[in-house]
C-alpha cells in the first residue's frame, strides 16, 4: 500500500497547505536512540518549511551513547568526552511526513542520521544498520515485507502515580485475564479505540485490538508493510500509545515482564520475500517440509533465522527484563524449533498462498524494532546464500522437549553469543557489534550492582 493512499500522510505541499490552514504548527522531528526511544525536536512548522525539510537538522551524538536515564556512557567509541560530543545531522525523510492525529495541530518525521562532516550514514544508528540490510535485500532482488504483533498492559495509574508507588503493587485495568474477552475489551476501549483511530488517521493503518493472557493485557495489530516502513509505524505505534495514556491519565507499558504472576508482552515479527515490484510472495512453493510447502528461499531463510537466533538475540531480547518472558507454558518460546501454526515454537509459519509467511515468537515488546528486523533479515539473507537448511519441523509440545537447543536465558549469556559471532560482524559490522556490545554490557552491569525488592522482601528479616 503506497504510502500517498494513506489516510494521514502528507507530501510537502499538504503540508504546506495544513500550515497556512493552521492545521499544523508543529513538526516533531525524530529518529531513535538505543532503546528505540524517539529523541529529537518539536520544530515550528513555518520554519520547517523553509529551512529542515530540505536541510535537516543537528543533535548531539551523545544520543546514540546515553543509559535509559539519560548520562553519558563512558567506554564508546563512535562519542566520547574526549571526542567533545559533537553534532550529527538529522536528515529528514519525507517519505515518513504524516499527522501525528493524537497530538494537538502536530505532524512527524522521521530521520536518517548523518555524519556531520561526511554525510555519510551514522553506521551504528539503528535506522541506518536496518537500511544496510534492506539494501542487501534489494541488491538479491528481494523486497521484505514484515509486520509487529506488539502487546501491553493498561494500569490505572498514571505514570507519575507508577513512579510514585515506586511501580509496586499496580492497579491493572482489568481483573482476570482477558484473552479474546469482548466485555473487558469493551471497557479498555477508552485507551484502545483513541489509538486505533490515531493511528489510522496518521497513516498507520490498524487491523484490530483484542484482549490478551493477562489483566489489562492487550494487543493491537497493524497492517503489514515493507520491513523499514514497518519499523517506523512500530516506533510511532509505541509512542502514541504513551502520549494518548498520559493525557487520559493511564499508564501503558512495553515491558517485556511487568509482573512474574503473568504471560510477558511478545513483539512477534512476521517476514516474507516478494519480488522486486512486490507482486508475488516468494516464500510460495511446491518443495514439501512436513504438511508445509515452500520454495527455496522460504526453508533457506527459515534456516538462517534459526541458525543465528542465539548470537543475534540481543537484539531480539535487549534488556534484563526481556529473559523473565522466556518461562515453559508461558507463551513465550524456551527452545529454537519450528513448527507450522504451533505456538509453543519459536518460529511458527502461518499463512497461505501470498499470506505465507514466518513468525519468530522469540522478540518481546521492548525490542528497538530496528535492531531486531536488521538481525532477522540479516540472518535469513544469509541462510539464502548459504544455503542453510532448517531442521526438522516440531510437531507436538516444543517445552516437553528436552533435546531441543534452548535460546539464551539471560542477558549475559546473549551477550557471550554475539560476542564470539563472526557472522553478526560480517553482516551488521565489526564498528556496529562493538557499539553493542558495550550496550549491552552497560545495561548488564548497571543491573548487576542494583539491590532489588526481591532480595529486600527475601533476606531483609529473615538472613
Known sequence: MASEQLRGMLTLDELREKVE???????????????????????????????????GMHACDYLL????????????????????????????????????DWLDRTAIVICDVANEKTHEPVTVAPRSILNRQVQAAQDAGYLVQAS?????????????????????????????????HILQGTREEVLNAVVRKALANSGIPVEFTKGEWGPGQHELNIRYAEIQTMADRH???????KDVAHQLGLAVTFMAKPDHRYAGSSGHLHLSLWDAEGKRNLFVGDTPLGPVTGSNEF????????????????FYAPTINSYKRYQSGSWAPTSLAWSYDNRTAGFRVVGHGSAQRIE??????????????????????????????????????????????????????SIRELDRSAFAREAMGEDVVEHYLHFFKTEQAAFDKAVTNWERERYFEQI
Open 21 to 55: 490552514s493552521g492545521e499544523v504548527e508543529t513538526v516533531v522531528a525524530m529518529f531513535t536512540d538505543l532503546y528505540g526511544r524517539p529523541m529529537g525536536k518539536r520544530v515550528v512548522a513555518d520554519f520547517f518549511l523553509e529551512h529542515t525539510a530540505e536541510k
Open 65 to 100: 551513547t546515553v543509559d535509559m536515564p539519560m548520562e553519558p556512557t563512558p567506554g564508546y567509541k563512535y562519542a566520547n568526552w574526549e571526542k567533545g560530543y559533537g553534532d550529527f545531522h538529522c536528515v529528514v525523510d519525507l517519505r515518513t511526513l504524516r499527522m501525528a
Open 148 to 180: 509487529s504483533e506488539l502487546e501491553y498492559f493498561i494500569y490505572e495509574e498514571t505514570y507519575k502515580s507508577a513512579r510514585d508507588k515506586n511501580y509496586i503493587n499496580l492497579e491493572h485495568f482489568g481483573a482476570y485475564i482477558e484473552d479474546y
Open 235 to 241: 516506533t510511532l505505534y509505541k509512542q502514541c500509545f
Open 299 to 314: 526453508r533457506w531463510f527459515l534456516g538462517g533465522w534459526i541458525a543465528h537466533a542465539r548470537e543475534m538475540m540481543a
Open 360 to 413: 519468530s515468537r522469540i522478540p518481546g515488546a521492548d525490542i528497538n524494532p530496528y535492531l531486531a528486523y536488521a538481525a532477522a533479515l540479516a540472518s535469513g539473507l544469509d541462510g539464502i546464500r548459504n544455503q542453510i537448511e532448517p531442521p526438522a519441523i516440531f510437531e507436538g509440545d516444543v517445552y516437553s522437549a528436552a533435546h531441543l537447543p534452548k535460546v539464551p536465558m539471560n542477558l549475559r549469556e
